[in-house]
């Protein structure tokens, strides 16, 4: 069966540093999403792509947080430079193009962000 | 906007028994839908089960269904004949129509014991 795919899965990085998070969604899903998951709490949308556009990225912090998804396929989250409250699970999940209907979104495994 | 409240940080089970998760929501949408997500430990979010607003009908998934009070905004979660497979995170979440964006809850812990 066809999953969203990350890397790395764990990063530890130092403060004021730069670090990046990659995901490839299941093949032919247009829509992507970019969450982060504070510890003991739900997942917030950072951003979210319909194919090579951003259609949502009003939660994120655009003075350090960039995300791209240049062809339309998979996708870069950068944040520079990293703070210690960036230390979270950044979740990618993607889904397919469905006219008016929120449709089921399959996540990926994560990247476990720890900032020191 | 959206708020999702999971009033229950913790629950446990036993095995073969059955437990409900509790999981109100606010919207100011007509057209909306809800979910609940299976975030086991250290693997990925799956979805359980999801709800149309607009359908009077509980969603069922075998051993999963759902309670949907629409006028008191309540959406809980019914797991029969627990599993030890079932132990995870339980996420309770809205969509809207117009916009594929989820809002979740905080989330319960889900335990369950021989």
């Known amino acids: 069966e066809a999953e969203v795919a990350q890397s790395p899965r764990y990063k530890i990085t130092e403060k004021s540093q730069a670090v990046a998070f990659w995901c490839d969604p299941i093949?032919?899903?247009?829509?992507l999403y970019w969450y982060r998951q504070i510890l003991g709490q739900g997942p917030e949308l950072l951003v979210q792509?319909?194919?090579?556009?951003?259609?949502?990225d009003s939660q994120l912090p655009k003075d350090r947080f960039s995300a791209e998804r240049l062809k339309g396929v998979d996708s870069t989250l950068k944040i520079q430079p990293a703070e210690l409250g960036d230390s979270a699970m950044y979740l990618c999940?993607?889904?397919?193009?469905?006219?008016?209907?929120?449709?089921?979104?399959?996540f990926g495994p994560g990247t476990r962000l720890t900032v020191t | 906007a959206q708020t999702v409240t999971q009033s229950q940080p913790e629950m446990s089970v036993q095995e073969a028994e059955t437990v409900t998760l509790s999981c109100t929501y606010d919207?100011?949408?007509?057209?909306?839908?809800l979910f609940w997500y299976k975030q086991p430990p250290s693997r990925q979010m799956i979805l359980v089960i999801r709800?149309?607003?607009?359908?009077?009908q509980n969603a069922t998934e075998n051993r999963f269904s759902v309670n949907f009070q629409k006028a008191a905004k309540s959406f809980s979660l019914k797991i029969s004949d627990s599993q030890l497979g079932d132990a995870a995170m339980y996420f309770c979440?809205?969509?809207?129509?117009?916009?594929?964006?989820?809002?979740f809850g905080t989330g319960t812990r889900l335990q369950v014991t021989l």
């Open positions: 999940a993607s889904s397919t193009r469905l006219v008016g209907k929120p449709h089921e979104q399959y």
């Open positions: 093949s032919g899903h247009a829509t």
């Open positions: 792509f319909q194919d090579e556009s951003v259609v949502d």
């Open positions: 919207t100011s949408e007509s057209d909306y839908y």
């Open positions: 709800q149309e607003a607009y359908k009077q």
């Open positions: 979440a809205s969509g809207t129509g117009t916009a594929s964006k989820l809002t």
